[in-house]
């Protein structure tokens, strides 16, 4: 198996941008997950979608975030407008039952 | 609410020595998973080893083993044999071993720096 997909690698925008991150999960999984990592929150859990069904959106930070998920195949996150404290690295993960699997990562950058 | 609590944020170990890893967590569950990621410099989030609550074995993957004790809310990770390459952040997390409602997150530590020695 190809493991979970991100694209882009890396995202380097400017502020008032939109950005869309994009997510392969692992076939056959049923759960997908959308992290955040900085230096100063660490690892931050923003959304996760069960059978391509939000069910937690609380670590969503505001409504510049939106997260959709329209097939078992494929998720995206989006920020718009992007801020310069939107610069994280976003990873992806999904799970079948209680162990994830991460995606490599998007760094973004928000000038 | 879980937490999961890492007490070292960093860490050093002479390569082919031994070193452990601590991890405590706070649960009322019963039923949960435990698991070690790894994140090198690249970033990436690799499974070391997971651990299931109702199992007493402690679980092994090669050079990497845990000491588990569920009374004590105790999951550490020892490294044997270190290699160059086991430099890393390690996140310790934790899932309910339920799957209904807003259970299928992780609780993530804020992890600790390993360094080995050459």
């Known amino acids: 198996d190809a493991g979970v997909i991100q694209s882009p690698r890396h995202e380097v925008t400017e502020m008032g941008q939109e950005v869309t991150l994009r997510c392969k999960p692992i076939s056959g999984h049923d759960y997908l997950f959308w992290y955040r990592q900085t230096m100063m929150r660490g690892l931050e859990l923003l959304i996760y979608?069960?059978?391509?069904?939000?069910?937690?959106d609380s670590g969503m930070p505001e409504d510049r975030f939106s997260a959709k998920m329209p097939n078992a195949s494929f998720s995206t996150l989006k920020i718009q407008p992007s801020e310069p404290r939107d610069s994280a690295v976003y990873f992806c993960?999904?799970?079948?039952?209680?162990?994830?699997?991460f995606g490599p990562g998007t760094r973004l950058l928000v000038l | 609410a879980q937490t999961v609590t890492q007490s070292q944020p960093e860490m050093s170990v002479q390569e082919a020595e031994t070193v452990t890893l601590s991890c405590t967590y706070d649960?009322?569950?019963?039923?949960?998973?435990l698991f070690w990621y790894k994140q090198p410099p690249s970033r990436q989030m690799i499974l070391v080893i997971r651990q299931e609550a109702y199992k007493q074995q402690n679980a092994t993957e090669n050079r990497f083993s845990v000491n588990f004790q569920k009374a004590a809310k105790s999951f550490s990770l020892k490294i044997s044999d270190s290699q160059l390459g086991d430099a890393a952040m390690y996140f310790c997390a934790y899932r309910s071993g339920n799957y209904g409602g807003s259970q299928g997150n992780l609780i993530f530590g804020k992890g600790t720096k390993l360094s080995v020695k050459p």
């Open positions: 649960t009322s569950e019963s039923d949960y998973y």
């Open positions: 979608f069960n059978n391509n069904v939000p069910i937690d």
């Open positions: 993960a999904s799970s079948r039952r209680e162990t994830q699997y």
